[in-house]
T-cell receptor
Framework: GDSVTQMEGPVTLSEEAFLTINCTYT??????LFWYVQYPGEGLQLLLK?????DKGSNKGFEATYRKETTSFHLEKGSVQVSDSAVYFC????????????FGRGTSLIVHP | EADIYQTPRYLVIGTGKKITLECSQT?????MYWYQQDPGMELHLIHY???????EKGDLSSESTVSRIRTEHFPLTLESARPSHTSQYLC?????????FGEGSRLTVL
């Protein structure tokens, strides 16, 4: 079945540092890939997405590129802020008509001033 | 801004009580989901629905039940709450793409 593996946290960075959160997936066909963010006390919200190979999703300074050859969708940001402190989830939606999205286990990011 | 709403946001109840967590969306989405989120943040799917009158159990065994009588409404019910049900419950919906989540219901059972 489909699966998503993302790096364990917490990831602790100083403000303005470079961020990478790794995400790899296993799926048949051509899934759509997503990053969601969960701020403290809230539900998840979509951060960015990519629906086909080599697509780059971007939002709020975050980027991720759909790499089919390495089955990866790593999240990056050039300069993090304290307000980026949150939990980040990588997810996929299979292309086979499945109704069930697959989530990674979440990575906590803590940014210090 | 997502148009999906959960009530209550916070609930503290005693063991053995019956509770219903409400979830409503105004986007006309067919597919709706309930997730349980543990303190380690991982999401566990407990119920989902393809549309009106369809409900399915998810990966995580749960003593809760759901109903889907109207497209916009997907309530989750615990007939007899126990301390092991203490958790964060997240409702979500989607059409063909990404999920839209409510803000969650944090349940504490004493």
């Amino acid at each position: 079945g489909d699966s998503v593996t993302q790096m364990e946290g917490p990831v602790t960075l100083s403000e303005e540092a470079f961020l990478t959160i790794n995400c790899t997936y296993t799926a048949t066909g051509y899934p759509s890939l997503f990053w969601y963010v969960q701020y403290p006390g809230e539900g998840l919200q979509l951060l960015l997405k990519a629906t086909k190979a080599d697509d780059k999703g971007s939002n709020k300074g975050f980027e991720a590129t759909y790499r089919k050859e390495t089955t990866s969708f790593h999240l990056e940001k050039g300069s993090v802020q304290v307000s980026d402190s949150a939990v980040y989830f990588c997810a996929l939606k299979g292309s086979g008509g499945s109704y069930i999205p697959t989530f990674g286990r979440g990575t906590s990011l803590i940014v210090h001033p | 801004e997502a148009d999906i709403y959960q009530t209550p946001r916070y609930l503290v109840i005693g063991t053995g009580k019956k509770i219903t967590l409400e979830c409503s969306q105004t986007m006309g989405h067919d597919k709706m989901y309930w997730y349980q989120q543990d303190p380690g943040m991982e999401l566990h799917l407990i119920h989902y629905s393809y549309g009106v009158n369809s409900t399915e159990k998810g990966d995580l065994s749960s003593e809760s039940t759901v109903s889907r009588i109207r497209t916009e409404h997907f309530p989750l019910t615990l007939e007899s709450a126990r301390p092991s049900h203490t958790s964060q419950y997240l409702c979500a919906s989607r059409n063909t793409g990404e999920l839209f989540f409510g803000e969650g219901s944090r349940l504490t059972v004493l």
